[in-house]
């Protein structure tokens, strides 16, 4: 599931499946985006709450165990991406 995710972290950082995203496209790429992870859109009801779902789910798997690839270093960040 390539979600994006990081302390602070934005859907605009990742590509989605298939492609890049694109600022003119954000709020259906990023509601599609949500819903492949298997989120209920109802309760998300701004865009900044469905920008948050992704980081948000990407902080659970990271907490719970699974399995990640994380890019970048210690000094200066990273990003951490579910497998």
């Not at 709020?27 to 701004?46: C, H, K, M, W, Y």
Request: hydrophobic fraction near 35%; charge should be neutral.
């Amino acid at each position: 599931m390539p979600l994006c995710g990081a302390g602070e972290g934005g859907p605009h950082r990742c590509p989605l499946r298939g492609g890049q995203a694109q600022a003119s496209q954000k709020r259906t790429q990023r509601r599609e985006l949500v819903q492949q992870a298997g989120i209920d859109l109802a309760p998300l009801t701004s865009i900044d709450w469905i920008d948050a779902a992704p980081c948000a789910l990407t902080a659970q798997i990271v907490a719970t165990g699974g399995a990640c690839v994380s890019y970048g270093e210690p000094q200066t960040g990273w990003i951490v991406v579910p497998n």
